[in-house]
């Protein structure tokens, strides 16, 4: 039934970011498995997206998806701070996925990285596991930017610039698939 392996996969990505507006911290981390998987259950199930830059962009846009479901969330947060924060580093990541369809350039992604994503983990896992926890000073978000960004911008730059593929290194050296 490799036919309906994208399909399949598309309801994944399409239903499990809901989860984000009843559990903003657990729903970022399930659809962030669900965005790690995809290519995987693809391929588990035989089938292929085709080329890269068609995986590329089901992947992209399915991203904004569950990201802006987050986005929607940060704006509960009762630190204008954190508010602004969160929605110019998704801006800036939505421009970059924008100027990445239209040149077909994987490097741009590396000038646009997600840093929005782990941004939100680490504020949206401060509100879950201290619930008085505040982003309320300009010192603990530059301590945020600074964890958010560099881990991302490594990864952005392994995966877009270098264009390294993790998945293949991962199914061939690690899993021997």
């Known amino acids: 039934m490799h036919f309906l392996a994208i399909p399949a996969v598309a309801v994944i990505r399409l239903l499990l970011p809901l989860t984000i507006l009843r559990f903003p911290f657990w729903g970022v981390i399930l659809a962030m498995a669900a965005d790690a998987s995809d290519i995987i259950i693809v391929e588990a199930l035989g089938a292929e997206f085709g080329s890269a830059a068609r995986y590329h962009a089901f992947d992209k846009w399915f991203d904004l998806y569950y990201l802006a479901l987050a986005l929607w969330m940060s704006w509960q947060w009762p630190e204008a701070m954190a508010r602004r924060t969160a929605t110019a580093l998704f801006g800036w990541r939505l421009g970059g996925v924008i100027v990445f369809e239209m040149t ?31 982003l309320d000073s300009p010192k603990k978000l530059a301590a945020f930017l600074i964890i958010a960004a560099i881990p991302k911008i490594i990864q952005e730059y392994v995966m877009h610039y270098l264009e390294f593929s993790t998945w293949s290194f991962i199914k061939h050296t690690i899993l021997r698939w």
Request: no cysteine.
């Open 104 to 134: 077909g350039l994987r490097q741009v992604i590396f000038f646009a990285p997600n840093i929005f994503e782990n941004f939100y983990l680490l504020v949206a896992g401060g509100k879950q596991f201290f619930p008085k926890f505040r």
